[in-house]
């Protein structure tokens, strides 16, 4: 099979999050199964710096100029090409600098970009000329949020030869695709099948009505059962409707879409496609987040030297963050964005009782949120002995507090996915998680039962409150401090687990296999 990932970032060449994470890995996994992949996604100002600064090869496509279709305009796109380091994987990066060499992604300093419609119903007509244009033998088109949701649309609605929600052809702007005609070759885009997943439904790319202009579209598309939602343009809501077949990146982050906490008022909308949506649990990069081999970190381990090895990190993590180095004092880790998503009030709520009362030490690592970095900051400046917080980003210190914790929280009030608790498992760091999508998904909870069974390698709470968060804290720590061969045992389990992308990547390839038959 051939699959082609469209996405409006990818790691390492530009990233804002996990969809980048996302769609710099699973291309890699897929290709070391035997299937052809392949990258497309804007030559952004970062991407630029990021070759650059690395020295690896960045080729114009000489010869391939593309033109595509902005509402009534047509531009002109360059197109350049690499390969994904490590791989066989083509990524091509559509160039455009009035669009994208800008100093952000989708906004500067917190404002988005107020041509963003503009900027990626372009980037999705873009990557369906740059099929016609260099013959790639597509099988499925593999969307990605919002960014991409055009791209099912302009594929159903303007390139095959007929559309499934339309009993005569489709038109964009009056000029109708080449019917099928056996004197003719036949039209590559009639076979291909469309795939979006969703990384995190918050983020849907509502724009006002009269952004469908942009789009070239029939107006007839825009209504409530196609890509209308009260009253705007929703890119996210269009890409599923029109996609032959929807994922998100857990199984439970799947099911909680279709409700109304979650849904994000489009759970109606999951609900019709509910035999189309499959969760697929993502995964991590094993080199990368490797206790074994990471070089961040003051002493490298396994599952068979972790008992020897990890306490070394523990000691200069404290070190490093000013904390006194003590053994078994137990250390909570958090590497996080500072945001209401995040539940981290709940960690600036507890933080006093659990210093004041177990004598608890804290290593915090993130930036966002003003008022919540201000808590943190004077939790710090009032315990300087037992709370340390570093409002900013360093990926040293994230794998330094991944290896140096003993217990890792993440309280999220929801949680598509998650990376940092399977990061977390990899290092036999035990992390303490809400009851929430890809948490629940990829821990296990130390019940008594679940101990005693040689499963646990976690802790889960439930509600969501703080009280019901201490409860689970206060569990882990007896479990640290009473119960010393089932914490070791938990840990070993943890690292023990397959958490690579090898896996997610089989349940992908099953799934495009059923879905091109």
């Known amino acids: 099979m051939h699959i082609l990932f469209a996405t409006s970032e990818a790691a390492p060449f530009s990233k804002t999050g996990g969809l980048a994470d996302v769609c710099g890995a699973l291309p890699k996994a897929l290709s070391q199964l035997g299937h052809k ?7 952004y100002k970062c991407v630029r710096e990021y070759f ?7 080729t114009p496509l000489r010869g391939v100029a593309l033109d595509v279709r902005v509402g009534a305009v047509v531009k002109g796109a360059g197109v350049r090409c690499a390969k994904l380091a490590g791989s066989d994987v083509d990524v091509y990066f559509i160039e455009h600098d009035d669009y994208f ?46 960014q991409t949701g055009l791209l099912p649309v302009f594929l159903e609605a303007a390139y ?4 499934r929600f339309a009993s005569e052809p489709a038109s964009y702007f009056g000029v109708r695709p080449r019917l099928a005609d056996p004197e003719l070759p036949p039209n590559r885009f009639d076979k291909i099948k469309s795939v979006l997943t969703l990384h995190n439904m918050r983020h849907q790319g509502r724009f006002w009505r009269g952004a469908m202009e942009l789009t070239g579209l029939d107006w007839s598309y825009f209504s409530y059962d196609k890509m209308e939602f009260y009253g705007q343009l929703n890119l996210l809501k269009s890409g ?129 949120d003003r008022a919540l970095t201000d ?6 400046a009032r315990y300087p002995r037992n709370f340390a917080v570093r409002a900013t980003f360093s990926v040293e210190l994230s794998h330094q507090i991944e290896a140096g914790a003993d217990v890792f929280l993440m309280p999220s009030r929801y949680e598509p996915c998650g990376l940092n608790q399977m990061y977390s498992l990899r290092y036999g760091t035990l992390p303490l998680v809400r009851d929430v999508g890809g948490l629940r998904d990829s821990v296990v909870n130390a019940s008594d039962e679940n101990i005693d069974a040689g499963i646990a390698d976690g802790f889960i709470f439930y509600w969501g409150t703080a009280d019901d968060m201490a409860k689970a804290m206060h569990w882990a720590l007896h479990c640290y401090r009473r119960r010393p061969n089932d914490w070791a045992k938990m840990m070993k389990t943890a690292m023990s687990l397959d ?16 879905l091109i038959g």
């Open 52 to 58: 650059e600064r690395s020295g690896e090869r960045l």
């Open 499 to 514: 958490l690579s992308w090898e896996q997610s990547a089989r349940k992908y390839a099953e799934l495009y296999e059923k």
């Open 37 to 43: 992949a392949t990258i497309v996604t804007p030559l």
């Open 160 to 163: 095959k030869s007929r559309s």
């Open 375 to 380: 808590r943190f900051m004077a939790l710090a």
């Open 240 to 368: 599923i409707v029109f996609s032959d077949a929807i994922t998100t990146v857990s199984p439970s982050y799947a099911q909680e879409i279709q409700t109304e906490a979650f849904g994000e008022k489009l759970q109606g909308v999951l609900q019709n496609r509910a035999a189309d949506l499959t969760g697929i649990l993502n995964g991590v990069d094993v080199d990368d987040w490797n206790p074994a081999t990471d070089r961040f970190i003051a002493a490298n381990y396994d599952v068979d030297t972790v008992l020897e090895n990890k306490p070394k990190c523990k000691a200069a993590l404290q070190e490093q963050l000013g904390l006194p180095v003590e053994a078994r004092t137990p250390l909570f880790g958090v590497v996080s964005r500072f945001d209401e998503q995040k539940g981290l009030d709940l960690i600036a709520d507890l933080a006093g009782e659990f210093i004041e009362k177990e004598n608890a030490q804290f290593a915090i690592l993130g930036s966002g």
């Open 101 to 146: 060499y800008r100093d952000g992604l989708y906004n500067y300093q917190g404002v988005d970009y107020g041509d963003n419609c503009e900027r990626y119903s372009f980037f999705c007509r873009a990557v369906l000329e740059l099929i016609a244009a260099l013959e790639l033998d597509v099988d499925v088109l593999h969307a990605n949020d919002w």
